[in-house]
């Protein structure tokens, strides 16, 4: 069927992007689902520095690609083998599409799921199968989902029944910023109450984490970023101390309002120098977490010692250590209970034809989560 998508053709395009235009709206053919398969008409997709880190070419992805990985959609249709799903279904999208059958999966690590990082890396669907074309001529999934377009085929793996009447571009939210940010707190971190939290970096997936702290009881949270913009959402969604990485010692600032370094601090900007920070924000004992995505080649230094002498722990959170069709659905319920206010996060509404200038505002620091809407 004829679609509608945004198509990546080549990385590493010069900003401003709305005169580079490394997004070009195309009419695609769309292959029919296949089996575990579902076809879902997108309502809307977010814009996550995980998209802008491809455009940009830190994150090297094979090309042409259908680029987007975060949003919430409607099943207009059924492959073989996808018990659990009906038709006019709102499901949110996945990053990772867990096989359920490999070592990690078999261990509840689904965001580590072998299978699916393989299909990710490739540009495909778990199956292995593309179901993008132009004429004879294939296009690329991104992280199985492609949610820049009016329509995708994603395995029935990557995507999570939410309840129908959750506003579209709220559930898109769940599927990578909240998954993530909030996932970082509660499963990697498992933060708990009166446990202090620094976080640096302020874009969707930062206050994401912010949100998660102040519901799981942390105290205090500090929160780091070089825009005052940012700075005051965080204040407003409970942070106790903010701090301007630009025109303050921002390491200094976090192990004086911490008493001596937060119990966990998180990194969220994908730079290792920030990384660095964030580590020595931490406090003896304490534990740093990054979910930032650094450029592959990039190298963190620290000082080694403190791992053994300062029983310090260095961590990693994918997909926020979660299960999403655990955890997405209990976010929803969290912020339909008022705990997590993830409709704060959604600053802009777009339409399709204005995604290259939406990833600048995203570049430049001006928006948290921007979200094309489809219908």
Known sequence: MPVNAAVLHEMGLPA???????????????????????????RAAGLCHSDLSVINGSRPRPTPMVLGHEAAGTVEALGPDTSGFDL????????????????????????LCEPGAAANGAGTLL???????????????????????????VAANSAVRVDPDLPPEIAALFGCAVLTGVGAVANTARVRPG???????LGGVGLA???????????????VDRLD???????DLGATTTINAANTDAVKAARSATGGGGHYALETVGSAAVLAQAYAATRRGGTT??????????????????LVAEERTLRGSYLGSGVPSRDIP??????????????????????LDEINAGFDRLAAGEAVRQVVLFD
């Open 16 to 42: 401003p992007y709305a005169d580079s235009r490394p997004l070009t709206i195309e009419p695609l053919d769309l292959d029919p689902p296949g089996p575990g398969e579902l076809r879902v008409r997108v």
């Open 88 to 111: 006019g279904d709102q499901v949110v999208f996945a990053f990772v599409p867990g096989c359920g059958h490999c070592a990690p999966c078999a261990e509840g690590r689904a965001a």
């Open 127 to 153: 199956s292995g199968a593309r179901r993008w074309h132009r004429g004879d001529d294939t296009r690329h999934h991104h992280l199985g989902v492609s949610a820049f377009a009016e329509q995708t085929v």
């Open 195 to 201: 446990e202090s939290v620094v976080i640096f970096g």
């Open 209 to 223: 984490a912010l949100i998660g702290a102040r519901a799981v009881g942390a105290h205090p949270i500090v929160a």
């Open 229 to 235: 913009s940012k700075l005051e959402l965080a204040r």
């Open 289 to 306: 977490i990054t979910v930032g995505l650094p450029h592959p080649e990039d190298q963190l230094a620290i000082p080694a010692v403190s």
């Open 330 to 351: 209990r976010y929803v319920a969290l912020y339909r209970a008022g705990c997590l206010p993830v409709d704060r996060l959604l600053t802009h509404r777009l339409r």
